[in-house]
């Protein structure tokens, strides 16, 4: 099966413009999670979605953060405007239903000037 | 103090050294996860635990649910395994589903 997809790869942009990442999960997985990664840090739990709907954004900076996963399948991270802070690892994670297996992409890693 | 432990955070061993990571934890769980994170790399699942031991290839994982404490080991260790290693858990009891990660143990074995 392919893997979780996620794009870009890197993006480096100046403070206070925005960004998109996107991911595609694996087809059937109806979970999926952004996680965000500091350097030398474990995933922070960004947004978990089970289908379209967000069940868990309570970590989400909702000021400047959002997602969206409008048909239950690949979902979009937008930042507006971005920060210096922001600076990190996105990732992206979808779950096997069944035996909750975790299967990650390769991550969009996020330079802010 | 965090929920989930792990150590060391560093470890330097020399190629065909015998391996153990520790993960500790302080909630109640119904799956604990083992990572793996290479350089620039994404993260690759090695295991998924609810109890007892799994073993693959050169790695074999533990998990204690009575002491809260998992082991992952690494027989004739390798230069290709230095990686950071993520103990990861999900909660049990309903609730939210995300997982709370460790912070990882940075692994360097030299050839």
């Known amino acids: 099966e392919a893997g979780v997809v996620q794009s870009p790869r890197y993006k480096i942009i100046e403070k206070k413009q925005p960004v998109a990442f996107w991911c595609n999960p694996i087809?059937?997985?109806?979970?999926l999670y952004w996680y965000l990664q500091n350097l030398g840090q474990g995933p922070e739990l960004l947004i978990r979605?089970?289908?379209?709907?967000?069940?868990?954004d309570s970590q989400l900076p909702k000021d400047r953060f959002s997602a969206e996963r409008l048909k239950g399948v690949d979902s979009t991270l937008k930042i507006q405007p971005a920060e210096l802070g922001d600076s990190a690892v996105y990732l992206c994670?979808?779950?096997?239903?069944?035996?909750?297996?975790?299967?990650f992409g390769e991550g969009s890693r996020l330079t802010v000037l | 103090k965090n929920e989930v432990e792990q150590s060391p955070q560093n470890l330097t061993a020399q190629e065909g050294e015998f391996i153990t990571i520790n993960c500790s934890y302080s909630v109640g769980i119904s799956a604990l996860h083992w990572l793996q994170q290479h350089p620039g790399g994404g993260i690759v699942s090695l295991f998924m635990?609810?109890?007892g031991k799994k073993k693959h290839g050169r790695l074999i994982a533990t998990i204690n649910i009575q002491e809260k404490h998992s082991s992952l080991h690494i027989t004739a260790s390798h230069p290709r395994d230095s990686a950071v290693y993520i103990c990861?858990?999900?909660?049990?009891?309903?609730?939210?589903?995300?997982?709370?990660f460790g912070k990882g143990t940075h692994l360097i074995i030299q050839p």
């Open positions: 979605y089970e289908n379209e709907e967000a069940v868990d």
């Open positions: 994670a979808s779950r096997r239903d069944h035996t909750g297996e975790l299967f």
């Open positions: 635990l609810s109890s």
């Open positions: 990861a858990v999900r909660r049990s009891g309903g609730g939210a589903d995300g997982l709370t």
């Open positions: 087809s059937g997985h109806n979970t």
